[in-house]
Nanobody, 123 residues
């Protein structure tokens, strides 16, 4: 069982930055794939970024490529998402997820989810 707790969300103006964190309580954290997803009201959950267990391989959705950076610190069981140049369309609830199916941005490939942290970007 993996428990995930996100933090770092908030309200910012367009062009601003936020850094999300996700702490995992699992002895096997360094062996699982991790990812960030987001869900806006009335929309489906979508993958934002993913990282392999070692942290050296990442994957991004086109909508955030070049603006967001995913990273992980396996010594601290923590996943990060640095979000720069934020846009109003980035407004959503952000979730971290853990799984073993590979470096995927498909929600169904992840087994464990956090409760989410809200990000609101105003224009």
């Amino acid at each position: 069982q993996v428990q995930l707790v996100e933090s770092g969300g908030g309200s910012v103006q367009a062009g601003g930055s936020l850094r999300l964190s996700c702490v995992a309580s699992a002895y096997a954290y360094s062996s699982v794939y991790m990812a960030w997803f987001r869900q806006a009201p009335g929309k489906a959950r979508e993958g934002v970024a993913g990282v392999n267990p070692g942290g050296g391989i990442t994957r991004y959705d086109d909508s955030v490529e070049g603006r967001f950076t995913i990273s992980r610190d396996n010594a601290k069981n923590t996943l990060y998402l640095q979000m720069n140049s934020l846009k109003p369309e980035d407004t959503a609830m952000y979730f971290c997820a853990a799984g073993s199916a590979g470096l995927s941005l498909t929600p169904g490939d992840y087994n464990f989810w956090g409760q989410g942290t809200q990000v609101t970007v105003s224009s």
